[in-house]
């Protein structure tokens, strides 16, 4: 008898060690369950899960109920959150490197944007981040911003000269248009639609799903793929989350990052293509623009700015630059 209630204690000793053992991370996600970066989170927990075999799990938090943007990216800074997917946009406040991808036209596709975020590019940015107490796992899909006027189409730089485009709040963007001789006019994205029907602007930008989600191709049907924008997102882990970690745990971290990033990247061009197809029978004319090198020379400007400002990034843009 005495045997067996030893026995007893020491499976529930066992049991409760297991589950003090057992650490559940919290994840911070700006978008709605069903969307692709929702789902692409999603699966990273599931990976996680099943190959530390329950000892780590991770539960996101989607719709920005954590906080907003730069609010989070200081708490995954901290360790106050362990991991969340953020555009490298607002990343670019706490970590320098990551605003070389918002400069116009810099990358030549999205399949370019990849392969530079997969290799060398990703590296350069991810020691910058790790400086500051971020480490990133994946690359994820955030779209090609587009122009869409309610004109003509645009082939050429020429062919924004004089036009009124919106764009987002950032020198960068505003540059961009007055390099192609263009008007540029910051406003909030809530007043494009009013702004694009009563002729307040001529245009705007944005991605496919957005442009079609908004409705903005009721008042703008010309819609030209010049792919000016194309900013990743970065599934991160907080440095603090990371360091808990033993090395078979982190590589299991990091190569569930890498494979839901792929997952993400299939259903972001799942997404992408269903609006196009919604846009081409709504009658928006969609035309797509081969070589981008015209608009690139435009922003030299631009980019000369932007590198005497920050010299340290010179060599990031000209890795970009001058990817095959």
């Not at 670019?92 to 944007?113: H, K, S, W, Y």
């Not at 392969?115 to 940015?125: K, S």
């Not at 050429?156 to 009124?164: C, L, Q, R």
Request: charged content about 25%.
């Amino acid at each position: 008898m005495f045997i067996r209630n030893m026995l007893c204690g020491a499976l529930a000793a066992t049991a409760i060690a297991g589950t003090v053992a057992a650490e559940e991370w919290r994840g911070w996600n700006i978008h709605v369950e069903d969307y692709p970066v929702s789902h692409g989170m999603e699966r990273f927990a599931d990976l996680v899960e099943e190959r530390t075999g329950g000892e780590l799990t991770a539960k996101t938090f989607h719709s920005g109920v954590l906080g907003s943007q730069p609010d989070a990216i200081e708490q995954l800074r901290l360790g106050v959150i362990d991991f969340g997917v953020f555009n490298l946009g607002p990343m670019g406040q706490a970590v320098p490197e990551a605003n070389v991808t918002l400069l116009p036209f810099i990358f030549r596709d999205v399949p370019t944007m990849y392969r530079l975020m997969d290799g060398e590019l990703g590296e350069a940015i991810g020691e910058g981040m790790r400086e500051r107490g971020i480490v990133p796992v994946g690359w994820y899909a955030a779209g090609a911003r587009s122009f869409y006027n309610g004109e003509a189409p645009i082939e050429t730089p020429e062919d924004v000269a004089g036009m009124k485009v919106r764009v987002m709040n950032n020198d960068l963007f505003v540059g961009m248009i007055e390099a192609m001789g263009g008007n540029a006019t910051p406003m909030d994205f809530a007043e494009v639609y009013q702004s694009l029907r009563t002729g307040v602007v001529d245009g705007a930008e944005n991605n496919p799903p957005s442009y079609e989600s908004t409705n903005h191709y009721e008042v703008a049907k010309f819609y030209s793929l010049t792919e000016h924008l194309i900013i990743p997102e970065c599934l991160c882990i907080s440095l603090k989350s990371w360091d808990a970690l033993t090395p078979e745990q982190q590589e299991i971290v990091a190569e569930a990052g890498r494979e839901s990033a792929t997952y993400q990247r299939e259903l972001w061009d799942e997404r992408e293509a269903a609006s196009l197809e919604t846009l081409r029978a709504a009658g928006v004319e969609i035309n797509e623009i081969a070589d981008k090198s015209a608009f690139q020379e435009a922003m030299t400007p631009v980019y000369d700015a932007y590198v005497a400002d920050n010299p340290d990034m010179a060599p990031l843009v000209e890795m970009i630059r001058n990817a095959e």
